[in-house]
């Protein structure tokens, strides 16, 4: 990029001495930098920190150009700039040539990610810029570090790179795609974001290594049911809350709080589960095990526990129901 005719006679200082003499380099843009930003010419200062930081993070000097590019940072603020397309390009392409040694990059980052929650539209920080920096690290095999961008971020292609991250991550443990198929579903539908659950589930289980399974529609989508019985309840539950209409669901807030709210029902429940699923039951709250421990020391007895009932295998009609 040529130098603007503001920003030329500052480049022409600048620039050719990056090879030779980096650090007079870094001093002069620093210096030009502070005098356009003091008298209000904040574009030239943006246009002269820029392309000194590119042209030092091509020479190696990384430091130098770290330190720039948080100056750039600085006149963004002064000058109140908004999150656009070029003012988040200059961003990446200086992320993008900070390199991944040592932690040169994640001072960018996390500067950059900062100045986009004030000065855009996401308080968590601009939606693109995470996905950029998450398919950064993506590619990287940098999974830990990928994740969180791509659940901040509201873009689908996020949600999309997620379900494929998290099957590279799982691919070698089958055991393990419930707990990923949570870790990306519940996040999404935590903030809000329906579609991005929806996205990675999809993405997620078309993924799968192929075992049994049964589609199962559900008003004008199709589930497939997998053999993982947590990676169907996170299909079911993006259905869901994809279905819920917040404070018009008058009826099913009415039967929650109302009916199914009961003891007796509440109870009926709790042994539904125990019978049919094993759950432990839940703890009474009046239960003593201190007395109980004492008791016995004493020649007393505790309270027995009762016995778990158990669903026998005869107990359900062989040929289906009537």
Not at 135 to 147: M, P, Q, R, S, V
Request: hydrophobic content about 40%; glycine content about 8%; aromatic content about 8%.
């Amino acid at each position: 990029m040529p130098p603007s005719s503001s920003s030329s006679r500052a480049l022409n200082a600048i620039l050719p001495q990056i090879q030779s003499a980096p650090y007079e380099a870094h001093q002069k843009a620093r210096t030009f930098a502070s005098r356009y930003t003091k008298s209000g010419q904040h574009d030239t200062a943006i246009d002269v920190l820029f392309q000194s930081a590119r042209e030092l993070f091509k020479a190696g000097q990384s430091g130098s150009g770290v330190d720039l590019t948080g100056f750039l940072l600085e006149v963004y603020e002064a000058k109140g700039e908004t999150v656009s397309d070029e003012s988040r390009g200059r961003l990446t392409q200086l992320i993008a040539l900070a390199g991944s040694e040592g932690a040169w990059r994640k001072t960018i980052i996390d500067k950059s990610i900062a100045w986009s929650a004030k000065h855009g539209e996401c308080p968590a920080g601009d939606a693109e810029l995470h996905h950029y920096v998450g398919e950064l690290f993506y590619k990287e095999g940098a999974f830990e570090a990928a994740e969180p961008h791509f659940l901040v971020s509201s873009k689908r292609d996020s949600a999309r790179l997620l379900a494929e991250m998290f099957i590279e991550w799982s691919a070698s443990d089958a055991s393990s795609y419930g707990a990923f198929s949570l870790r990306g579903t519940l996040p999404y539908l935590q903030n809000g974001n329906i579609l991005g659950a929806r996205t990675f589930i999809t993405h997620f289980v078309a993924a799968l290594p192929r075992t049994s399974e049964a589609p199962l529609q559900v008003g004008d989508t199709e589930v497939i049911l997998v053999q993982d019985g947590v990676v169907n309840f996170a299909q079911l539950a993006v259905l869901t809350c994809q279905r819920a209409q917040g404070e018009r669901n008058k009826a099913v807030r009415e039967s929650w709080e109302g009916l199914l709210a009961t003891p007796e029902v509440r109870q009926a429940l709790t042994e539904i589960s125990t019978l049919y699923f094993a759950f432990a039951p839940p703890r009474s709250q009046n239960a003593n095990p201190l007395g109980d421990m004492l008791s016995s020391m004493f020649g007393g007895s505790a309270q027995p526990k009762p016995a778990r009932r158990v669903l026998a295998p005869t107990s359900m009609p062989s040929g289906g129901l009537d």
